[in-house]
């Protein structure tokens, strides 16, 4: 089945430090793939996503490349700031199933 | 515009009370309707899915249960929750005619069972 793996948190950074968090994902097919961040108190909203192999999806300052050939979307910022201190969760969508979420890593960015 | 309401926001239950929390969406029709918990360590998890009223669809076997008595509104319930039913659950929707997998999430309740 469909199934996302990102790394453990927490991470934590100091302002300005540059963030990778890394995600992998198995699938059948083509699948679209997202990451979606969640401030705290609130629920996900998305953050970015790329439907096909070799795009980039970008927003906010962080940018996320679908890898077909490593099958990896993994984020990027190379400035953080505190106000990016969230939960990021990798997602993935194949077919007309639900969308599938990775576990989920939180990031602390400390001024 | 669209907007989800879930409440309550907090709950704290005792093991082996019931359960009923409730999702509603304003400003759409014929909604896609999603149950979602995250639980520590476990990331976020499909519980439940609705395409249309009545229609439930289970992703993990528990003891809870989702209900759809009406187009926009979808309850989550147990009839006698378990500690490990804490965590925080999240109802999302999606519309017809947008991609499925563009969510929009509530703002969460946050269940603690005791």
């Known amino acids: 089945g469909n199934s996302v793996t990102q790394m453990e948190g927490p991470v934590t950074l100091s302002e300005e430090a540059f963030l990778t968090i890394n995600c992998t994902y198995t699938?059948?097919?083509?699948?679209?793939l997202f990451w979606y961040v969640q401030y705290p108190g609130e629920g996900l909203q998305l953050l970015l996503k790329a439907t096909k192999a070799d795009d980039k999806g970008s927003n906010k300052g962080f940018e996320a490349t679908y890898r077909k050939e490593t099958t990896s979307f993994h984020l990027e910022k190379g400035s953080v700031q505190v106000s990016d201190s969230a939960v990021y969760f990798c997602a993935l969508y194949s077919g007309n199933t639900p969308l599938v979420f990775g576990k989920g890593t939180r990031l602390s960015v400390i001024a | 515009s669209q907007t989800i309401h879930q409440w309550p926001a907090t709950l704290v239950q005792p093991v082996g009370s019931p359960l009923s929390l409730e999702c509603t969406v304003e400003g759409t029709s014929n909604p896609n309707l999603y149950w979602y918990r995250q639980a520590a360590g476990r990331g976020l998890q499909l519980l439940f899915y609705s395409v249309g009223i009545g229609q439930i669809s289970s992703e993990v076997p528990q003891n809870l249960s989702a209900s759809r008595p009406q187009d926009r509104q979808f309850i989550l319930s147990s009839k006698k929750l378990l500690l490990s039913d804490s965590g925080f659950y999240l109802c999302?929707?999606?519309?017809?005619?947008?991609?499925?997998?563009?969510?929009?999430f509530g703002s969460g309740t946050q269940l603690s069972v005791l």
């Open positions: 699938a059948t097919g083509y699948p679209s």
């Open positions: 999302a929707w999606t519309g017809q005619g947008l991609p499925n997998e563009k969510l929009f």
